[in-house]
């Protein structure tokens, strides 16, 4: 993953800011803003993963569920041939269209 961290299945970004001397970053795929920064690799890294587990000990001190970056759904928008290429492939070969979806992806990113 290219200036990206993981942990605890939360992917956080990483910037540099030149005119502060700074690295930085936030937890992506979420709607909460936890940020993070320090002025060093090994400080970002650290920093990451204390904001990722604030984060997760602030949800459940106040009761709240934590933001899942990946839930398994989401919407698709393409060109409506494609759509209607990919719904009568599905029917053809007894598959439901997210099926289809699913293989594809599966397809284009394997080996990744």
């Known amino acids: 993953m290219t200036d990206m961290m993981?942990?605890?299945?939360?992917?956080?970004?990483?910037?540099?800011?030149p005119d502060d001397h700074a690295f930085f970053g936030k937890l992506e795929y979420i709607r909460a803003l936890v940020n993070y920064e320090a002025t060093d690799v090994n400080g970002l890294e650290t920093n990451f993963r204390e904001a990722v587990d604030d984060y997760l000990e602030l949800c459940q001190r106040h009761g709240k569920q934590p933001?899942?970056?990946?839930?398994?759904?989401?919407?698709?928008?393409?060109?409506?041939?494609?759509?209607?290429?990919?719904?009568?492939?599905?029917?053809?070969?007894?598959?439901?269209?997210?099926?289809?979806?699913?293989?594809?992806?599966?397809?284009?990113?394997a080996g990744r």
């Open 6 to 17: 993981e942990y605890k299945g939360y992917v956080g970004s990483v910037h540099y800011s």
């Open 67 to 109: 933001e899942k970056p990946f839930k398994g759904s989401f919407n698709v928008r393409t060109p409506s041939e494609l759509h209607r290429t990919a719904a009568i492939y599905a029917e053809e070969h007894g598959r439901s269209l997210n099926q289809v979806v699913e293989e594809a992806l599966e397809h284009h990113l």
